[in-house]
C-alpha cells in the first residue's frame, strides 16, 4: 500500500509523448499513424490491431499513452484499461470511440481511464487530448462529464479520509474544472508539488482519476471548506 505522507516521485523529464495505438480498422489506423509523422511531440511505438497484441506491445514498449479502440476483435477495450495499467500505473488510456453515452465514460473513469474520444471529432482535438492526458490530466466530453460525475458519486459507497487544507483547496479547484496550470497558479504552487498533491488525493480517496476523486469528494462531503 501506498503510504500517502511519502514524497512521491517527480514526473519523467519532457519528451516526446509515446503512444500505443490499439485499432483493428487498417484504415483509420493508418491514417493516425500518417498525422501523427506531423506532430514531433508524438511519438507512436506501436500500433496493433488486437487487445492481445497490445498487452505484449505494452510491455515491451511501455508507452505513456495507449489510444485504445473501444471494441475490438477479443474484446471490449474499456475492460481491458485495468489490464494495460497492471503493466504500469504510469501508462495513461485514452479511450477512442464511435459512440458513447455518460454511463460509457463513469464505466471509463471507474476502472482508471484517462479519457474518452469520439472517432467522430477532429485531429487537433485528439492532438490537444493527448498533450492533456500525458500532462497527467483527464478528458471527456463536457456533455457527458456531468452525467458521468453523477453516476460515480450514486455508486461510491466509500467514506471520506482526511485530506489536508491544502488537498482540499486542490481538490476544490480540480471541481471547479481547473487544470495543474491554473492550480500552481492560484495556489503559488510548483507543477511538480501540485501532481504531487493529486496523487497523495487518489491514494487516499481510493480513485482513480481526478474526476472520479471529486465524484468521491462529493459524495462525501469533501469539499466542505474547513
Known amino acids: ?23 483493428d480498422h487498417k484504415m483509420v489506423a493508418e491514417a493516425l499513424g500518417a498525422a501523427f509523422e506531423e506532430f514531433p511531440e508524438i511519438h507512436l511505438v506501436a500500433s496493433v490491431e488486437s487487445l492481445a497484441h497490445g498487452m505484449i506491445a505494452a510491455e515491451e514498449h511501455l508507452p505513456d499513452i495507449v489510444l485504445l479502440d473501444r471494441r475490438l ?3 471490449d ?4 484499461i485495468a489490464r494495460f495499467r497492471a503493466i504500469s ?7 477512442l470511440t464511435g459512440d458513447a453515452n455518460s454511463a460509457i465514460a463513469a464505466r471509463i473513469l471507474e476502472v482508471g481511464g484517462a479519457g474518452l474520444l469520439l472517432k467522430s471529432g477532429l485531429l487537433d482535438e485528439l492532438v490537444t487530448a493527448i498533450r492533456t ?8 466530453d463536457p456533455e ?22 491544502r488537498e482540499r483547496q486542490v481538490l476544490g479547484l480540480i471541481a471547479d474544472g481547473a487544470g495543474t496550470d491554473r492550480i500552481a497558479e492560484e495556489l503559488r504552487l510548483a507543477r511538480n508539488t501540485v501532481r504531487n498533491h493529486v496523487q497523495r488525493i487518489l491514494v487516499k480517496t481510493g480513485t482513480h482519476s481526478k474526476l472520479e476523486a471529486v465524484a468521491h469528494a462529493r ?6 471548506r474547513p
Open 1 to 23: 500500500m501506498v503510504d500517502p505522507t511519502s514524497p512521491l516521485p517527480l514526473p519523467p523529464a519532457a519528451g516526446p509523448i509515446r503512444v500505443l495505438l490499439v485499432e
Open 73 to 75: 476483435p477479443d474484446g
Open 77 to 80: 477495450g474499456i475492460e481491458a
Open 89 to 95: 500505473p504510469s501508462i495513461r488510456v485514452l479511450v
Open 133 to 140: 492526458v500525458a500532462a497527467g490530466d483527464v478528458i471527456i
Open 144 to 165: 457527458l462529464l456531468g452525467g458521468a460525475l453523477a453516476m460515480l458519486a450514486g455508486s461510491s459507497g466509500r467514506l471520506g479520509p482526511v485530506l489536508t487544507v
Open 219 to 224: 459524495k462525501n462531503g469533501l469539499l466542505e
